[in-house]
């Protein structure tokens, strides 16, 4: 077993912040499990062979493993000296999760999750996926277990993001398109929940952000952490000390819980969650429910959503297929309310100015969802000290987005 | 808090050695003139308790029929406003036939828990089922249901084991909704036995009437059932019946009526047979 990186236990203990969430899922009054009756058998057991698995050291050491030879872990922190000198700030660190298999952060889960899978004996898993790299990450793992992988996608998402979908079935997924509602993530989700309501006996649903019933945001972001802790270890390593603030983008909010976690009890690290404005939170046109939603119940928990007087869920907009849902994991719901985190908004133009910053300085292409971080990065580094650290969780790569880049261009490939 | 409706008419049913037919339509789908003709239809037709669906945006646990009586509903403006001024129109003419709101949580809780109780106790509404809002979730919700003199009706289902059973039992009020698959709405057919064995477990735990829903298609289907429960739940099929007259009034309510009585007829039949 690789000891230079994730020998940490998945969940770390001994303060109120880290340690929740509660038994029953709550991080204060958001998360719980929301769901039908049918499904509240089939979460108490995922909850039990989880608990069960994660202090199991033989899981752990496989776990570690595939991370190691598979993913490709520990992902380089890497000093971005070019683009630091240009902004003329602080030093910014870019967290290469995009150097992943699979080009994402997604893989780190998937892998967790389907390892449990097996554990239960599930030969099917199904996903529900928006940008599709949720949906390739768990195809992936799927055709490296041999199990059977079903992915319900929005059929508008399924236009946008062709290149993902026609991987996902190379890799012997089924890709299911969803035509209900406004035919994205959400209605992807839910597609997901009614078929895993339907085939609970032989299926496992592989959620794929730190959202959905409980356990699935304490499970899904204790497999993110390994972000966070190699982070950690890696800034102390080559600058010496910890980052002043870290940055990253929030959909559902699984690659900033993953960096964030392991920064919870260290007071003085500024942690960033960076949501999708859109064309602008004033135009409504945004996916931004921590910024300008309100609390409510969707997908099995309780959180910020964008939803209407009546409660009904709203449409979200952004450039960014992976941003563009209208509710966010509980755990950045409870970190916003509780003051530990902050949350801002960066738009859809704003984020494609920093996918063409970081290429042209770089030579990194980013993922659209990453490129919001970015952008937020653009906009602090000039405000702080050249002694200063800022890191930037790069959750993906770009190259899945080039399509959505050109055409916003008006060029035609 | 006088009598409910719904345990009235329960022990109406008792009384009559009949079994209850529970009908459930979405509100507002295709309009609201529509859902209150059909509300009225069904009762002509046999129907003893009126389930009326508020529409959400994210219906997870329903499958294809349902959602789109949801989206029709919510293209039309429904709001879970309008459905409790639907209630106030339906008890201008009847002041019996129990009315159970179900849906999901989340209008529900955007309105306010308390505001939502008042409002629907003040227009006649009798009972609440709140598809994702298990008892585990439910303490603050359930008080305001109590305090309005709402039933709190919940669902169990064939993955609830004893000790769920027993939890939900302890908290449910008017009668229990036995989820005869495990599925969607108008999804898969039930096995008769597994039902019949799951209905000795609840009954061994509430004296309160047991309702079956989820894949009731047909008269047939609500025959077979009716022995085993005190009620019988359908859904979809009138749902469909809806969907497929297409937004006109008279042929809607007589469709209704018309699949109404023959579930009516057939739960009698098997009753006295």
Same mark, same amino acid.
């Given at each position: 077993m690789n000891?230079?990186?994730?020998?940490?236990?998945? =969940?770390?203990?001994?303060?109120?912040? %880290?340690?929740?969430?509660?038994?029953?899922? $709550?991080?204060?009054?958001?998360?719980?499990?929301?769901?039908? !009756?049918?499904?509240?058998? /089939?979460?108490?057991?995922?909850?039990?062979?989880?608990?069960? $698995?994660?202090?199991?050291?033989?899981?752990?050491?496989?776990?570690?493993?595939?991370?190691?030879?598979?993913?490709?872990?520990?992902?380089?922190?890497?000093?971005?000296?070019? @683009?630091?000198?240009?902004?003329?700030?602080?030093?910014?660190?870019?967290?290469?999760?995009?150097?992943?298999?699979?080009?994402?952060?997604?893989?780190?889960?998937?892998?967790?999750?389907?390892?449990?899978?097996?554990?239960?004996?599930?030969?099917?898993?199904?996903?529900?996926? &928006?940008?599709? #790299?949720?949906?390739?990450?768990?195809? %992936?793992?799927?055709?490296?277990?041999?199990?059977?992988?079903?992915?319900?996608?929005?059929?508008?998402?399924?236009?946008?993001?062709?290149?993902?979908?026609?991987?996902?079935?190379?890799?012997?997924?089924?890709?299911?398109?969803?035509?209900?509602?406004?035919?994205?993530?959400?209605?992807?989700?839910?597609?997901?929940?009614?078929? @895993?309501?339907?085939?609970?006996?032989?299926?496992?649903? +592989?959620?794929?952000?730190? =959202?959905?019933?409980?356990?699935?945001?304490?499970?899904?972001?204790?497999?993110?952490? +390994?972000?966070?802790?190699?982070?950690?270890?890696?800034?102390?390593?080559?600058?010496?000390?910890?980052?002043?603030?870290?940055?990253?983008?929030? &959909?559902?909010?699984?690659?900033?819980?993953?960096?964030?976690?392991?920064?919870?009890?260290?007071?003085?690290?500024?942690?960033?969650?960076?949501?999708?404005? &859109?064309?602008?939170? !004033?135009?409504?046109?945004?996916?931004? /429910?921590?910024?300008?939603?309100? /609390?409510?119940?969707?997908?099995?928990?309780?959180?910020?959503?964008? #939803?209407?007087?009546?409660?009904?869920?709203?449409?979200?907009?952004?450039?960014?297929?992976?941003?563009?849902?209208?509710?966010?994991?509980? !755990?950045?719901? @409870?970190?916003?309310?509780?003051?530990?985190?902050?949350?801002?908004?960066?738009?859809?133009?704003?984020?494609?100015?920093?996918?063409?910053?970081?290429?042209?300085?770089?030579? +990194?292409?980013?993922?659209?969802?990453?490129s919001h971080a970015l952008a937020y990065a653009a906009k602090l580094a000039p405000r702080m000290r050249p002694n200063q650290i800022l890191v930037v969780n790069l959750s993906g790569r770009g190259d899945k987005d080039i399509p959505t880049v050109a055409a916003r261009a008006g060029i035609s490939l | 808090m006088t009598t409910s409706r719904i345990k009235q008419r329960f022990a109406d049913l008792r009384q009559h050695d009949r079994k209850g037919l529970v009908t459930f339509i979405t509100a507002g789908d295709p309009t609201p003139e529509i859902t209150l003709a059909g509300m009225h239809a069904l009762v002509r037709g046999g129907a003893d308790i009126i389930e009326l669906g508020v529409p959400f945006s994210d219906p997870m646990a329903d499958g294809p029929i349902i959602q789109r009586a949801s989206e029709r509903a919510l293209d039309g403006g429904m709001t879970l406003r309008k459905v409790l001024a639907l209630v106030t129109a339906f008890r201008a003419t009847d002041q019996t036939t129990p009315v159970v709101l179900m849906g999901y949580l989340n209008p529900i809780e955007r309105m306010g828990y308390t505001e939502f109780s008042r409002q629907a106790a003040a227009v006649g509404v009798d009972g609440v089922l709140t598809v994702d809002l298990p008892p585990e979730e439910a303490a603050s919700c359930h008080a305001e249901f109590e305090r309005a003199g709402l039933d709190h009706i919940y669902l169990l289902a064939p993955t609830s084991d004893a000790t769920r059973i027993r939890a939900v039992c302890e908290r449910a009020s008017g009668f229990v909704y036995y989820v005869s698959v495990k599925g969607v709405t108008g999804g898969k057919t039930f096995a008769t036995d597994e039902v019949a064995a799951k209905i000795g477990e609840i009954r061994a735990a509430t004296s309160l009437p047991v309702g079956v829903g989820f894949g009731v298609k047909s008269a047939a289907t609500a025959a077979a059932l009716a022995p085993l429960c005190d009620a019988v739940i359908v859904g979809s099929a009138l749902v469909e019946i809806i969907e497929q007259n297409q937004g006109s009034i008279a042929a809607t309510a007589q469709a209704l009526e018309g699949f109404a009585a023959g579930l009516r007829s057939a739960l009698d039949a098997c009753h006295t047979a």
């Open positions: 000891a230079t990186h994730n020998s940490a236990p998945l =969940a770390d203990g001994g303060n109120a912040l %880290t340690e929740l969430p509660d038994s029953r899922g $709550h991080f204060g009054p958001y998360g719980g499990k929301f769901v039908s !009756e049918t499904l509240m058998g /089939p979460l108490a057991a995922l909850d039990a062979a989880y608990q069960r $698995h994660r202090i199991d050291p033989e899981f752990q050491a496989e776990l570690d493993h595939d991370l190691t030879h598979y993913v490709g872990r520990p992902s380089p922190l890497y000093f971005a000296e070019r @683009w630091s000198r240009e902004l003329g700030g602080a030093q910014i660190y870019l967290k290469r999760e995009d150097l992943n298999h699979t080009g994402a952060h997604k893989i780190n889960n998937t892998v967790g999750q389907a390892l449990l899978a097996r554990r239960m004996n599930k030969a099917r898993v199904i996903a529900e996926t &928006g940008a599709g #790299q949720h949906g390739v990450a768990t195809a %992936t793992v799927a055709a490296r277990f041999g199990m059977q992988c079903r992915v319900y996608m929005g059929a508008s998402d399924i236009q946008r993001q062709s290149i993902n979908v026609f991987r996902m079935k190379l890799l012997g997924a089924e890709v299911t398109p969803v035509y209900s509602g406004s035919k994205t993530l959400k209605d992807a989700l839910n597609e997901a929940l009614r078929d @895993w309501v339907s085939n609970v006996d032989d299926t496992f649903y +592989i959620i794929g952000t730190v =959202a959905g019933p409980h356990p699935y945001p304490m499970m899904v972001r204790d497999f993110q952490a +390994i972000i966070g802790r190699e982070t950690r270890r890696q800034c102390l390593a080559q600058a010496g000390r910890l980052p002043d603030t870290i940055v990253a983008c929030v &959909g559902g909010g699984s690659n900033a819980m993953g960096i964030f976690y392991p920064f919870l009890t260290d007071a003085n690290v500024e942690l960033i969650g960076v949501e999708a404005a &859109g064309d602008g939170i !004033e135009t409504g046109r945004h996916s931004a /429910p921590l910024n300008a939603g309100a /609390p409510g119940v969707l997908h099995g928990n309780r959180t910020y959503l964008m #939803q209407d007087d009546d409660g009904q869920i709203i449409e979200t907009h952004s450039v960014s297929a992976g941003l563009d849902y209208p509710g966010v994991g509980p !755990e950045h719901a @409870w970190l916003k309310d509780s003051g530990r985190a902050r949350y801002v908004a960066i738009t859809d133009t704003e984020a494609l100015d920093a996918f063409r910053a970081l290429t042209l300085t770089e030579g +990194i292409m980013p993922a659209l969802e990453s | -």
